[in-house]
């Protein structure tokens, strides 16, 4: 069953902190509302989802990133650079490692 939060690794006895799946996923809307080539699906057809997903199993982070990506940008760079970005972010603000990140391309930016 997913879980609606992550459980951090504490290093004292004081309590532990938990994280709750929405903060990763504003995490990465900021990240992709900072790179002009890439724009957030609202909508997909393929399923009925309004914003990117997260998902916590196990204490491991998974996200699904759909996007729409522009016609004149490089696909697989902008892909691999915004995938990067996420990483980082989440690792730097929150000091936790997602597990994995997928990036999907839905459509172009005309």
Request: net charge negative; glycine share 2%.
């Amino acid at each position: 069953m997913a879980q609606e939060y992550i459980t951090l690794e504490n290093q004292s006895q004081l309590g532990t902190v938990k994280l709750n799946k929405s903060v990763f996923s504003s995490i990465a809307l900021n990240v992709i509302e900072e790179d002009e080539n890439v724009k957030l699906v609202e909508n997909t057809r393929l399923r009925n989802s309004n914003t990117l997903s997260a998902q916590i199993q196990d204490n491991q982070l998974t996200m699904v990133v759909p996007v729409q990506v522009n016609y004149k940008a490089n696909v697989s760079d902008v892909c691999a650079n915004l995938q990067h970005k996420i990483f980082e972010s989440i690792s730097y603000m929150t000091g936790f490692k997602p597990e994995s990140i997928e990036i999907q391309v839905v459509g172009f930016i005309f």
